[in-house]
């Protein structure tokens, strides 16, 4: 479990308030944790630019792949890094650089991904920092989705089905 804590509250309102995303490290393997989570926030409502430069211009999930965040067009409220704690580091001073183009506001680091050097100068920027946690879960969390047992989807059940 990280030592780093987040007031449900101020999560919840990110997520409420958030409307496009960039997701720096963005797969089309559908076996990787940034494509089922690119498809479920997509599902929801928000807008994803996937951000991989091994595959800008390509498509995952119907959605222009960019080769960074510069090159994503419009604002963006939120960058989601699927990427290394070190590579967090130059995403972030990116954001920074960027922030008022762009207007984002939230700096997302996925699970096990942790840059407290980074986070305290896009925090000095005036940017919200989430690390080590994953929209995905936490939206699920957050917003009734996850039942007691991990899941609450309505389709898996142990009743036997009707004949």
């Not at 987040?6 to 919840?12: A, C, G, I, T, V």
């Not at 989601?80 to 995403?91: E, H, K, M, Q, V």
């Not at 506001?105 to 100068?121: D, F, S, T």
């Amino acid at each position: 479990m990280s030592e780093l804590h987040y007031d449900d509250m101020m999560m919840q309102r990110v997520l409420k308030d958030t409307r496009t995303i960039a997701m720096a490290g963005a797969s089309p393997n559908w076996v990787r944790p940034s494509n089922f989570a690119m498809k479920y926030l997509l599902g929801k409502g928000y807008k994803v630019h996937p951000i991989n430069p091994g595959h800008a211009g390509k498509e995952i999930w119907d959605q222009t792949v960019y080769a960074s965040l510069a090159d994503v067009p419009g604002p963006i409220d939120m960058l989601d890094i699927f990427r290394n704690s070190a590579a967090a580091g130059d995403l972030v001073d990116e954001v920074i650089s960027l922030k008022d183009e762009k207007q984002i506001k939230i700096v997302w680091l996925q699970l096990g991904v942790i840059n407290h050097e980074a986070a305290a100068r896009a925090e000095a920027a005036g940017l919200i920092v989430i690390m080590d946690r994953c929209p995905k879960i936490e939206y699920g969390r957050l917003f009734g989705e996850l039942g007691w047992s991990g899941v609450n989807s309505g389709i898996i059940s142990s009743k036997k089905r009707p004949t």
